[in-house]
């Protein structure tokens, strides 16, 4: 089970009452309350990173399992080299190799997903500006 994130600190923000009755208009329709909306928005403004769901859910879930089978991997090769038999060097290093390039893709992959959020929420606020 996820760890929940304590959420203590509160922001406050005045609107105008077109503002806010297209804001709760917005928040009804993609079926959230204002405040997932507002930490949403704030999370990709701030480069934090997008909230999890629908096909971005789908995807993360693809680069955990892929990150679990690196685990996988690893503990495999701990176990030659902690093992009584002579391990074969030029495979481990292969093998390794592969690896990390898995994880240098999939942090790369993460990195592009918040960095496409937070530039998406730049231009809108500076579409307003």
């Known amino acids: 089970m996820a760890k929940q994130t304590s959420r203590q600190k509160v922001v406050h923000v005045r609107l105008s009452e077109t503002e806010l009755l297209a804001f709760e208009a917005f928040c009804t329709d993609a079926n959230l309350t204002v405040s997932e909306v507002l930490r949403r928005l704030v999370r990709q403004a701030a480069g934090l990173g997008p909230a999890f769901d629908d ?3 789908e995807i993360m879930l693809v680069h955990a399992e892929e990150l679990r089978r690196v685990g996988v991997n690893l503990n495999q090769i701990a176990r030659v080299l902690n093992g009584r038999r002579e391990p074969q060097f030029e495979v481990l ?5 592969r690896l990390a390039r898995l994880v240098v893709a999939q942090a790369a992959d993460m990195k592009g997903m918040c960095d496409a ?3 998406k929420a730049r231009l809108r606020v500076n579409a307003d500006a």
């Open 55 to 57: 096909d971005l859910k």
């Open 93 to 97: 290093l292969d093998g390794v190799g």
């Open 117 to 119: 959020g937070r530039t």
